[in-house]
């Protein structure tokens, strides 16, 4: 069995986060992975403290085991949000799209442990000094926004920069990303994508059709132009922004036509409108599947891959 001091920190059996996707980690996936012996995230997105209570609420009604809240730090409510997992006192909060420095005391007071997503070494470094827990070490492969760097790089890069456990994102999808993972340093792995195929989540079907269907170079990168990189399925929609962002649109155009494009994916599958985030790694989602499949399968396949390491190192070179 892998061991990982995340797990005991946490109290959870595998070292797997289920990534935090606004409109799709709701409670009721977040329950089904932390029952399955992982880390199940309800991610509040721009949704108000409302939204966010009511999830928890349901994810505490189908699991006693450890969860968290991902709180998106550029929702007009982000704060509202910060307070009540708070006085919730949920086990974790992670933190992602900006600096949750301002919450990290409140936070730590009530008993939460807090693990902020990073995307550079300068950020991994800040949040170690502020007294995180722990760190995702999110690389570009991934959906939603998007840092620069791969995650073979920042991974390595940010354990080297901290002494806190790194959890690896970004590109992960089964055992052989999760062992290489543990070989770049990180204690455990956050996957976003593979979840979307759980039976679990309630995203739209033709949703989960698309990433189960989804090749090699499924995915495409919009916003850079305004700051704010997203990586997406290529869609009519995704498309059409990619070339109204450099076909001379401005900022404004370029926000009304992204306001609520997500939710039409997540709902209502509205190709044309809607903006269907995912992780480069859609490419290796072939079935939908229970989430308690899911982390068994990735746990399992890593413990294989790991117990067989030794031959590579007893291996002749290559000629």
């Known amino acids: 069995m892998i061991e990982s001091p995340i797990c005991s920190l946490l109290g959870i059996d595998y070292p797997v986060f289920q990534g935090g996707m606004a409109w799709i980690s709701d409670g009721r996936l977040a329950a089904a992975v932390s029952e399955a012996g992982g880390l199940g995230i309800i991610a509040a997105g721009s949704a108000p403290a409302s939204y966010v209570k009511a999830e928890i609420e349901i994810a505490r009604q189908l699991t006693d085991r450890p969860f968290g809240v ?26 992602g799209a900006g600096n949750p420095s301002r919450y990290m005391d409140m936070w730590k007071k009530a008993g939460v442990h807090v693990i902020p997503v990073v995307a550079s070494v300068a950020l991994a470094k800040m949040m170690t000094r502020l007294g995180a827990s722990a760190l995702i070490a999110e690389g570009g492969e991934s959906g939603g926004h998007i840092g620069e760097l791969s995650t073979m790089v920042l991974v390595p890069m940010v354990v080297d920069a901290t002494d806190l456990p790194v959890i ?28 979307l195929a759980a039976q679990e989540c309630r995203i739209h079907p033709e949703y989960k059709n698309r990433i189960v269907k989804a090749g090699d170079r499924c995915t495409l990168v919009t916003g850079r132009r305004l700051g704010h990189p997203v990586r997406s399925l290529k869609t009519s929609f995704s498309r059409e922004y990619l070339e109204k962002e450099y076909g001379g649109a401005s900022e404004e155009e370029l926000e009304k036509m992204g306001s609520d494009a997500l939710r039409k994916a997540v709902v209502d599958s509205d190709v044309d409108g809607g903006c269907f985030l995912s992780g480069q790694i859609a490419g290796m989602v072939s079935r939908i599947e229970p989430a308690a499949e899911i982390v068994k399968d990735v746990v399992e396949d890593a413990e294989r891959i790991l117990a067989s390491a030794s031959t590579y190192a007893m291996a002749k070179t290559c000629r």
Request: with cysteine.
């Open 70 to 95: 991902n709180i998106m730090l550029m929702s007009p409510y982000a704060g509202e949000i910060a307070e009540l997992v708070a006085r919730e006192k949920v086990s974790v909060v992670t933190t």
């Open 168 to 195: 690896a994102a970004g590109g992960i999808a089964d055992g052989r990303g999760f062992a290489a993972a543990l070989m770049l340093g990180a204690c455990g792995i956050q996957m976003g994508t593979r979840f």
